[in-house]
């Protein structure tokens, strides 16, 4: 690791640990790569000066990227990835693009109806927008908007967005359209969803061919892009100076667009817990999918804390995913986040649980990836305090490929010093919870997720959880955070 420089206060060290997830690359990205979008972009060497640099090439920094040449399209822009764009998060979620509606309850509660109305309809366009982009692109076919269905496949989860729905009708608002029982088991496919909504600017999206694509497109207009290149340390003073292996780039702003990377940095990772979610994907299957109806393109996820989450694709695969897996100690991603197949027996059994009909469909993939879970359950864009110059937006919570459009425009802004993106004030700051240090947060942590997982056991089963796990599981410091229920992590997670 570099010594700090001349010029320079502090360093920002960032992952010791090489961010390497080729041995776990997505359904989506090889699809993406053996579909023609494998362009490499240079390993940066050397030493430069830019206007902005962003460190991530996923949908947040390249949407960032983007808007800044929208905006402002005389500023220098490097983006730098450390392994290819759309390899991170951006890869490897479930491919659901989501509105923050769902969330509208906590965004009341944290700046106000006003602007929980305005944030709605910003992240509702963000979607749409994300579609217009893809017919630009002539990618039209990575966009599906399909609607998703916000579904029970329990009795206790019946009726867990009633809250939400008052108080969105209560302000004018009405994204969901009320279906019967029988028309919510008929959309996703199975007679295993009760009850549920339906919100229709919702869209499932190839999620690799969309990142690949905006790599594409802010190279061409103008970014300077270089993968394989992992920033080590961003040193803070007189200057910035963002430092690699083989050189480093002195930047104005930088903008750390790194998902759940961004919570080693302390005052980041203060107001995050690092989790996994792990997705598996059947064979192709199309004539089957079109037997029980689920070949329309619907995202479906469920009410359950541990979520499921689940999509066909366009070749008649069924997507399942599950949110709630390893968790990480001192926010520190390791390879056991990086290890596809590891609950690959376990989500299947969910799968086979909601569709029964599919007990005999072969398992062909499987994927994982670490989420950065913010204690608000809304993400947080915020300069750090000893640096200034350097950039953070983290905490999307597993729904991030809708709202990632959003987050672009508003931190072009920041970063262009155009203003602060219309953001409230508790949008700009990290949220806090009282976690206990190490090892306490982790092992209780575990202790935690592993009584939902029982809790949740037991409602399916039609049993009522004992005592002291329902005891555990209210102990679990996002369960306020999302949805006026108990959730964890969204159906768009890795």
Known sequence: MASISRGATGIIRLSRRRVQTSGGRSLWLREALDGGDSYDYPQFEGATKTDVCIIGGGFTGLWTALEIKRIAPETDVTLLEADICGAGASGRNGGFALTWWAHFQHLVELCGPEEAVKLGQRAQRAVQQ??????????????????????????????????????LERFGVAPYEPRSRAQIAELAGSAQHLDGLFEPISAAVQPARLARALARAAHNAGVRIHEHSQ????????????????????????????????????????????????????????????????????????????????????????????????????????????????????????????????????????????????????????????????????????DGVGPSRLAGEVLAEMA??????????????????????????????????????????AEDLHMRPGPITKLLAGLDPTSSADRGSERVAGPDEH
């Open 130 to 167: 994300i579609g217009e982009f893809c017919e630009r692109h002539q990618i039209a076919d990575a966009f599906q908007m399909q609607g998703w269905v916000w579904a029970a496949t329990n009795a206790q989860q019946v009726g867990d967005w009633e809250q939400t729905v008052k108080l």
């Open 231 to 398: 920033v080590a340390s961003i040193e803070h003073g007189q200057h910035t100076s963002v430092v690699l292996a083989r050189g480093s780039v002195n930047a104005d702003q930088v903008v750390l667009a790194a998902n759940a990377w961004a919570a080693q940095i302390p005052e980041i990772g203060a107001g995050l817990v690092v989790v996994a979610s792990d997705v598996i994907a059947t064979v192709p299957v199309p004539e089957r999918l079109a037997a029980i109806g689920m070949n329309r393109g619907v995202c479906v996820s469920d009410s359950r804390r541990l979520v499921n989450y689940y999509r066909p694709t366009l070749d008649g695969r069924m997507v399942f995913g599950k949110g709630g897996g390893t968790l990480a100690y001192a926010n520190a991603i390791g390879r056991n986040f990086d290890h596809p197949g590891r609950r690959a027996a376990a989500i299947r059994s969910q799968l086979v649980r909601t569709y029964p009909s599919l007990w005999d469909v072969a398992i062909a993939d499987s994927w994982s990836g670490p989420i950065d879970y913010s204690l608000s359950g809304m993400p947080f864009f915020v300069r750090l305090r000893d640096a200034p110059s350097v950039l953070v937006c983290a905490g999307f919570s597993g």
């Open 416 to 457: 262009t010093g155009l203003g602060d993106g219309d953001l409230p004030r508790a949008l700009r700051t990290v949220p806090s919870a009282p976690l206990p240090p190490e090892p306490l947060r982790y092992l209780g942590g575990r202790a935690v997720r592993a009584a939902i997982a029982r809790k949740e056991r």
